[in-house]
C-alpha cells in the first residue's frame, strides 16, 4: 500500500490533515470522504512499512522497548486522557520526552496510524512484540466503552504487578544460583587440576587405594579426556531440549512438570493462578463476556496446561455450563477458591470475587517467596557437605592409610 498526505477540509470547516495509507489516490479520497472529510490537496510520500519490519536506521546496539516502557506509557496516557488532553496530542507529548528511540519509533507509528484514521487497538496490533494480546484487547474495550483512559490505569497496574513478582523471584534465587554456580565451578577446578597432582603422588607410591579415592581418579581421567566432549554433548543436549520444548506438545509437557517441581512448583502455579484470576477480574470488569474473557486469558498465560484448562473452560460455558462445573472440571483450583466462585456466580459479582482470589494467592506467592531462601538453604548445605566429604575421603583417605602404615 501506498502513503498519501492530505490536506482537507471537515463538515464543520475546519481545516484537516495527515497521512492516510491506500492502494492509490481515488481509494484515499473514498476513504476521505467516508470520514467526512472533503479532500483538497494528496500527495503520495511513498510506500507503507510492511508490518514488523525494523526501520532502516534501527541501530544493532540500540536498547530495545522494555516492559517499563510500556507500564510507564499507560501510566502517562491515563494520566494525560483523565485530564481531558486529547490521545494525538498525549502521543505527541509522549513521543518528545521519551528517552527510548526504539519506544519513540512505536509512539510516531501510533500516531501516524491515528491521523490515518485507525483506532488505537489496531495501531497497537502492528507491534506484537511491544503490545500483548492482552493489553490490546483490554485498549479495544475501552474504546468500546468509552473508558481509556481507565483501562490504562487498569493496564499500569497489571504491569506492575507482574514486574514486582518477576523481581521477588529472582531476587529469591539470585543466591542459590550464585552458590551452585561456584560449586561447579570448583568441582570442575579440582577434577581438572588438583585430582591429577594427587593420582602421581599416589601411583609413585604403588599402594593400593581405596574405591572412594579409584573413583575420583577416574572421573578425573575421564573428565580431561572426554571433558570437550562432555561440554559439546551438554550444549547438544540443551539445544534438542529448547527445539522440544517450542513444539505444542513439549511446551505442554514442560510446563506441566514445572508445576511439580519441589520448591518452585507451587510458587510458579500459584503466581500463574493469581495472574489468570487477576487477568479475567480485569477483562469481566471492563465488559468482556465470560467466555471472550478467558479467550484472552488463554492466550496472555505463560503456561501452556493452564491455558489449556482455561480453554477448557471457556469451551464448558460455550455449551452452556455454569462457571463453576467448568472450574471444577479444570482440576486446577481449591476448594476455597472453587466457593468463592459459586458465591460471586449466584451474587452476579464474579469479577469482584476473582479479584479477591487474585489477592489471596498473590498473599501465598509472596510469603512462598520470602521463605523460599530459607527452604533452599539446607539443601545447598547438604550438597556441599557431601562434596566436601566424598573430595575429603577420596583424598586424605590414603595419606591417612599410608601414615598409620608408616607409624607401624
Not at 32 to 57: D, F, H, M, W, Y
Request: hydrophobic share 50%; aromatic share 8%.
Amino acid at each position: 500500500m501506498l502513503r498519501f498526505a492530505y490536506t482537507g477540509r471537515t463538515r464543520s470547516g475546519e481545516k484537516a490533515q495527515g497521512i492516510l495509507e491506500a492502494d492509490n489516490a481515488a481509494a484515499c479520497a473514498s476513504n476521505l470522504l467516508k470520514n467526512g472529510i472533503s479532500p483538497v490537496t494528496i500527495q503520495e510520500t511513498g510506500q507503507s512499512e510492511r508490518r514488523g519490519a525494523k526501520p532502516k536506521s534501527l541501530s544493532l546496539f540500540e536498547p530495545a522497548v522494555q516492559p517499563i516502557d510500556v507500564q510507564l506509557f499507560s501510566r502517562q496516557l491515563y494520566t494525560l486522557m483523565r485530564a481531558g488532553v486529547p490521545i494525538l496530542r498525549s502521543l505527541s507529548g509522549l513521543l518528545e520526552s521519551t528517552t527510548n528511540a526504539a519506544f519513540a519509533r512505536v509512539i510516531t507509528s501510533l500516531k501516524e496510524s491515528l491521523e490515518a484514521g485507525r483506532d488505537l487497538s489496531t495501531a497497537m496490533r502492528q507491534h506484537p512484540a511491544v503490545f500483548s494480546p492482552f493489553y490490546i484487547a483490554m485498549v479495544r474495550v475501552g474504546e468500546a466503552t468509552g473508558r481509556l483512559d481507565e483501562i490504562f490505569l487498569r493496564m499500569f497496574e497489571h504491569l506492575e504487578f507482574e514486574r514486582e513478582t518477576r523481581a521477588r523471584i529472582r531476587e529469591a534465587l539470585r543466591y542459590p544460583i550464585f552458590v551452585l554456580i561456584a560449586m561447579v565451578v570448583a568441582i570442575a577446578v579440582i577434577n581438572v587440576f588438583v585430582i591429577p597432582a594427587f593420582a602421581k603422588v599416589y601411583a609413585g607410591l604403588g599402594a593400593e587405594l581405596p574405591l572412594m579415592t579409584r573413583i575420583l581418579i577416574e572421573t578425573s581421567r575421564l573428565t580431561i579426556a572426554y571433558g570437550w566432549l562432555m561440554l559439546a554433548g551438554l550444549v547438544l543436549a540443551i539445544m534438542g531440549f529448547r527445539m522440544w520444548r517450542v513444539t505444542p506438545g513439549g511446551r505442554l509437557l514442560w510446563d506441566r512438570f514445572k508445576l511439580r517441581l519441589p520448591l518452585t512448583g507451587s510458587i510458579m502455579l500459584r503466581s500463574t493462578l493469581a495472574r489468570f484470576a487477576r487477568t479475567l477480574a480485569l477483562s469481566l470488569k471492563s465488559g468482556i463476556p465470560a467466555a471472550q474473557a478467558l479467550s484472552v486469558v488463554a492466550e496472555v498465560t505463560d503456561n501452556a496446561w493452564i491455558a489449556s484448562r482455561v480453554e477448557q473452560m471457556r469451551n464448558g460455558i460455550e455449551r452452556g455450563e455454569s462457571v463453576l462445573r467448568t472450574a471444577q472440571n479444570a482440576a486446577v483450583f481449591n476448594p476455597v477458591v472453587l466457593q468463592m466462585i459459586a458465591v460471586g456466580e449466584e451474587t452476579g459479582s464474579i469479577d469482584e470475587l476473582m479479584q479477591e482470589v487474585s489477592g489471596m494467592y498473590e498473599r501465598e506467592v509472596d510469603y512462598e517467596i520470602k521463605t523460599l531462601a530459607a527452604r533452599i538453604e539446607p539443601l545447598i548445605i547438604v550438597a556441599l557437605g557431601g562434596v566436601v566429604l566424598v573430595l575429603a575421603l577420596g583424598v586424605f583417605l590414603p595419606m591417612w592409610d599410608l601414615a598409620s602404615v608408616a607409624i607401624k
